[in-house]
């Protein structure tokens, strides 16, 4: 296929479909239901091509696995999908858990990618991959991050405690600056470019980010506030967070952060001037946020899906995913219970054991991790990057659709324990 056109129809049909007979019939969790569904769907196709050797099914398979993942996010939806994650969150709500927020996406993400490399590494030699410890612990920033879109997406319809469920939310939004500060870092070492200095990435990376967001979301939000024309107040908001990513990219910061520093100030300044006495006519601009939140969501479900039949090209498929899913709980686990002892009061009554249990399980990943295992293509040899791949697509795939299924059933089990 030679033009947009028609990738636009097949995923709007598969977004349509899919949704439609899981609202009717399984009534699973939207996004793990397109995920699985498309996942189910990318297979039949591989399993006709496989069988019958059929040109038009080769050429669907070659388009999946030749898509471009990285680009379509990092460079296309990424920013909007945070923003819609982020605008209706204020200030004043991180305030009340800045320590537990702190400590869990800059900390946990760091203890998590040593320990996860650390752990495959021993993997690696067990079943003579031929890894280095370097080339480990860049796998281990790549899938240490927690992703956002799936905490927001997905985790938010648990009825999680509102402690709990916000922590969650705001350690994902937060530890992307982290896990690509540590990859930055790790990545130099495996290809013996750079001697990066984590900490002086780290601090480029966030503090960059919040001086472009809020530098961008002040000059914007001007507008946003003399306009009466519910149109351009969500041409503003696009405008405003469209240029503090291009803006990012440019200065090599975190566009992912300032994407959520422009949402959190949108909503803080809104609520702010609300107070105030300021009367605000914003139906349409929630409800274009939601629905943009909605339709990018899908879509990047329905992708993820597709193109898990790639792992299928990792070297030993099933050892490599179990030991990444396995490597992938403990260095959550270990990372988490780290940082109990530093985090203070844990929020919503739990104790040690079943906070590290609930953010365990509740940890999801999703496709920033995928992306960053894109882009690790041309620095290491063609086998070594399809185990990379693969077992990120494997944890992405465990994280989402069984943690994430089986979320509200451990919720419900660790509850009880509490009384």
């Known amino acids: 296929m030679n033009s947009f056109l028609p990738y636009v129809v097949i ?110 590494y021993l993997v690696s030699l067990g079943l003579k991959l031929g890894l280095s410890l370097p080339v480990c612990l860049m796998f281990g920033s790549i899938v240490s991050p927690t992703d956002p879109i799936a905490a927001t997406s997905i985790l938010n319809k648990f009825n999680l405690p509102e402690d709990i469920s916000f922590l969650i939310e705001s350690e994902s939004l937060l530890n992307d600056g982290v896990g690509v500060a540590l990859f930055v870092c790790f990545s130099g070492i495996v290809r013996a470019s750079g001697s990066a200095n984590f900490f002086v990435v780290f601090f480029r990376e966030l503090f960059g980010a919040v001086v472009v967001g809020v530098a961008v979301t002040m000059l914007c939000f001007y507008i946003f506030y003399k306009t009466q024309d519910s149109a351009r107040q969500i041409f503003v908001s696009i405008l405003a967070v469209s240029s503090a990513y291009l803006l990012c990219e440019i200065f090599d910061f975190s566009g ?90 844990i929020p919503s009554g739990f104790n040690k054991k079943n906070f590290i249990n609930l953010m365990t399980w509740g940890g999801l990943r999703g496709a920033l991790c995928i992306a960053l295992a894109m882009s690790t293509k041309s620095m290491i040899p063609d086998e070594t990057y399809r185990i990379i791949l693969g077992g990120t697509y494997a944890i992405v ?19 009880k324990s509490k009384l």
Request: hydrophobic fraction near 55%; glycine fraction near 8%; include cysteine.
């Open 256 to 345: 992912a952060i300032a994407s959520v520093v422009c949402g959190v100030l949108f909503s803080t300044l809104i609520k702010r001037f609300a107070i105030a006495g300021k009367e605000w006519q914003l139906e349409e601009y929630d409800t274009f946020w939601n629905i943009a939140d909605n339709l990018l969501n899908s879509v990047l479900y329905v992708i993820l899906g597709l193109t898990f039949i790639g792992i299928l090209r990792t070297p030993d498929v099933i050892l490599v995913s179990a030991g990444a899913i396995v490597c992938n709980l403990i260095g959550r686990a270990a990372s988490v219970g780290a940082c109990t002892f530093f985090m203070g009061p």
């Open 397 to 415: 795939a465990f994280t989402t659709i069984v943690q994430g299924l089986t979320m509200p059933a451990v919720y419900r089990k660790i509850n």
């Open 11 to 120: 995923i709007m049909l598969l977004i349509v479909a899919l949704g439609f007979f899981n609202e009717r019939r399984t009534k699973l969790t939207y996004e793990i239901a397109l995920m699985l569904f498309s996942i189910v769907i990318g297979g039949l196709v591989l399993g006709i091509h496989l069988i019958t050797k059929d040109q038009d099914t080769s050429l669907i398979v070659r388009d999946v696995l030749d898509f471009d993942l990285e680009d379509y996010l990092m460079k296309g939806v990424l920013c909007y999908m945070l923003f819609a994650g982020s605008c209706h969150m204020r200030l004043k709500d991180f305030k009340r858990q800045k320590r537990q927020i702190t400590v869990l996406s800059i900390f946990a993400t760091l203890l998590g990618a040593v320990f996860y490399g650390g752990i495959f």
